[in-house]
Every structure is written in C-alpha cells, then in structure tokens.
C-alpha cells in the first residue's frame, strides 16, 4: 500500500515537498535540468520568488520578479507535465513541458515551453525558451 505525501509537491512527482522540490528551495543544488524545471514550477506555486531569480542564468535573470496578482486576478497552478528531458552537452540540457493554471475564475490555459539550461559550476540554471 503507497502512502500519500501529507504535504504533497507541486511538481508532481510523488513525494512530501520537503523531501522533493522544499531542499532545492532550500538551497541544495538540483541534480539534473529536469529537476530544476520542476522546482521552479514548484517556486510559482509556492510563491519562491528568491529562488526563481536565483536559478535564473545571470545572463537572462530578470532585475525583478514579483509574484504579486493583481486584485482578483490570481493564479492558479492546476498541474505540470514533463514530455521530453533531453541533454544536449556536457553542461546542457533541454526540457519541454506542460504547465496547467487559471487566472481569477477563468478557462484553464495550457502553456507548453521547450525550455534550456546550462550548468555552472555543478548548479543548473534555466537559461532561456526556445
């Protein structure tokens, strides 16, 4: 019999936050690219802002980021699927997937991104969307 996260990840995989996407927020490096991809969908969710600029490649890391709504305009992440993991070098990889959410009461809206990222010094970064 499989038990249940009490404090389920937002990423998906089956496991407590802590255990899974919480030590990367934490500050423990993701192993792979796939791994930062979901702690960063995991950061939204949860509102990390600080991680997300840190896992930013300095070289396109926005100034800012806020993960404020506007009055009744908040998001809601309804779930996230990764399609393709692929390592493309030593240092590089590329992961495509699907995140699931809704503004305020609307529509849900799929947005799928084939994104890349690069490793420095044993840390993963997103880099940018292709």
């Not at 407590?16 to 969710?45: I, K, N, Q, T, W």
């Amino acid at each position: 019999m499989s038990r249940k996260p009490a404090d389920p990840c937002p990423c998906g995989l089956p496991a407590d936050y802590a255990a899974c996407c919480g030590r990367f927020h934490a500050g423990e490096a993701a192993p792979d690219a796939e791994r930062l991809m979901r702690s960063r969908y995991s950061a939204y969710v949860r509102g990390v802002a600080d991680y997300l600029r840190q896992s930013w490649h300095p070289d396109t890391r926005p100034a800012e980021l806020s993960l404020d709504d506007a009055p009744g305009q908040r998001t809601y992440w309804l779930g996230l699927t990764v399609h393709e993991h692929t390592v493309t070098g030593a240092d590089s990889a590329e992961v495509r997937f699907t995140a699931r959410y809704r503004v305020g009461g609307g529509s849900a809206v799929k947005m799928t991104e084939h994104s890349r990222f690069l490793r420095i010094e044993d840390r993963w970064y997103y880099l940018d969307a292709l």
